[in-house]
T-cell receptor, first 114, second 110 residues
Framework: SQTIHQWPATLVQPVGSPLSLECTVE??????LYWYRQAAGRGLQLLFY??????ISSEVPQNLSASRPQDRQFILSSKKLLLSDSGFYLC?????????????FGDGTRLSIL | QKEVEQNSGPLSVPEGAIASLNCTYS??????FFWYRQYSGKSPELIMF????GDKEDGRFTAQLNKASQYVSLLIRDSQPSDSATYLC??????????FGKGNQVVVIP
């Protein structure tokens, strides 16, 4: 069966520091991968999605970036965090052969910026 | 108009009653519809998906889809305290993008 892992579970970072969040999927090949952010009192916002290695689409312009160095690895990064980057970051996947399949989420990373 | 709307405020239901949640969407080209459950502090968990008009039942959950009226609903029968959570409606629109509503909080009162 397929599983998705995200780490770390929680992170507290100062403003201006860098960020790296990692997500890996097991038990499938060539998945679609997604990064979402859920801010307090707001809905899920799609940040990036990827349909293959090195293929990244950005949904919202901001100081975040994403990379997919391997088929089942998706990384969210920032060079300098802002206060507004606080939130619950979720990685998700669905089968690469159909974007209409449900997305399944990892456990998330709760990021607090001080 | 928001892409996916869940307008109801927190829903309190007595244990054993039926909880009814509604969701409307704006894109008539939408094809796939999902309900996720999210416990406080946790990630969303898929509980139902529906692609065709009508009802789909899975245990105590029933999803209902009406594409002509552009709404999808979720019924939870015999509500249990463990059903207390936020329920997110999600829709894949005509551009193959998954859009989420803001969610409805359900509180089941023992």
């Amino acid at each position: 069966s397929q599983t998705i892992h995200q780490w770390p579970a929680t992170l507290v970072q100062p403003v201006g520091s860098p960020l790296s969040l990692e997500c890996t999927v097991e038990g499938t090949s060539n998945p679609n991968l997604y990064w979402y952010r859920q801010a307090a009192g707001r809905g899920l916002q799609l940040l990036f999605y990827s349909v293959g290695i090195g293929q990244i689409s950005s949904e919202v312009p901001q100081n975040l970036s994403a990379s997919r160095p391997q088929d089942r690895q998706f990384i969210l990064s920032s060079k300098k965090l802002l206060l507004s980057d606080s939130g619950f970051y979720l990685c998700a996947w669905n089968p690469g052969d159909s974007s209409h399949q449900p997305q399944h989420f990892g456990d998330g990373t709760r990021l607090s910026i001080l | 108009q928001k892409e996916v709307e869940q307008n109801s405020g927190p829903l309190s239901v007595p244990e054993g009653a039926i909880a009814s949640l509604n969701c409307t969407y704006s894109d008539r080209g939408s094809q796939s519809f999902f309900w996720y459950r999210q416990y406080s502090g946790k990630s969303p968990e898929l509980i139902m998906f529906i692609y065709s008009n009508g009802d789909k039942e899975d245990g105590r959950f029933t999803a209902q889809l009406n594409k002509a009226s552009q709404y999808v609903s979720l019924l939870i029968r015999d509500s249990q305290p463990s059903d207390s959570a936020t329920y997110l409606c999600a829709v894949i629109n005509g551009n193959n993008r998954l859009a989420f509503g803001k969610g409805n909080q359900v509180v089941v009162i023992p």
